[in-house]
């Protein structure tokens, strides 16, 4: 399998995995499904990359950060439970899985599974969205929309899209559901480098909020904030983030 290939099956197979433990736990609380959704996912994945990838690191929100990854031309940036939030409550669908592999400085592959919309975002080929509406939607968290979307939405004269995990609010940019993503307020790396790879792939605007570059496989892998966004509408929110 390529690189792209593997992220694509990667992604959806712990998504299947998920959707599973969701099931087999419908009548447990809350915190023991995302316990056990974080665990299994993150088991998973660690054992397929080490069986098709055993060369390659893995920086993973659920493993322990090995310092070898820093030295390695090759790794692994996953993310194995986007939302648990979401995905510990019944019937939501806004929850993901994050697979992106970094090389030599970039991103060059990545996918965003949407286990319980039954869809999987993967480079290398992503569709363009299709054309928005002339007011940009805005796509923010449904519990803590940041200040900073907000000054974007009242400068663009645009609406709010509440939504829960990063992945499915870059899903719902990509899908055309949304226009605008921005974020300000605490993320790493996991949460958005399977993202902005299938963002970029989708011909999609991706910077951090002062227009400056994404970078991945950071000694410290805090990543606090993105804009991700068509490219029509970059500069115009640039000129809204930049000056935070």
């Excluded at 998920?18 to 056990?36: G, I, M, Q, Y």
């Excluded at 979307?149 to 899908?175: F, H, I, N, P």
Aim: glycine share 8%; charged share 25%.
């Amino acid at each position: 399998m390529t690189d792209h290939e593997l992220a694509s099956q990667l992604a959806a197979e712990a998504g299947r995995v998920l959707l599973s433990v969701r099931d087999e736990l419908a009548e447990a609380s809350a915190s023991e499904r995302k316990a056990a959704g974080d665990k299994r996912s993150h088991d998973f994945l660690m054992e397929a990359l080490a069986a098709e990838r055993r060369n390659d690191a893995v920086l993973s929100e659920e493993g322990i950060d090995d310092p070898v990854r820093l030295a390695a031309d090759r790794v692994w940036i996953v993310d194995p439970l986007d939302g648990t939030r979401e995905f510990a409550e019944p019937g939501r669908v806004d929850w993901a899985v994050h697979v992106a592999l970094w090389q030599s400085g970039e991103i060059v592959a990545g996918a965003v599974a949407l286990p319980a919309q039954g869809i999987t975002l993967a480079t290398p080929d992503v569709p363009a969205p299709p054309a928005g509406p002339s007011s940009p939607r805005i796509v923010v968290s449904r519990t803590r929309p940041p200040a900073i979307a907000l000054d974007v939405r009242d400068r663009l004269g645009g609406t709010l899209v509440e939504m829960g995990s990063a992945g499915a609010k870059v899903a719902s940019v990509v899908q055309g559901i949304a226009d605008v993503y921005v974020h300000a307020g605490g993320q790493y790396e996991w949460d958005s480098a399977a993202p902005v790879a299938v963002a970029r792939a989708a011909g999609l605007h991706a910077s951090r909020i002062d227009g400056s570059p994404l970078e991945y496989n950071r000694p410290d892998p805090l990543l606090p904030d993105l804009v991700i966004c068509r490219r029509e509408l970059a500069d115009a929110v640039l000129a809204v983030t930049a000056s935070r």
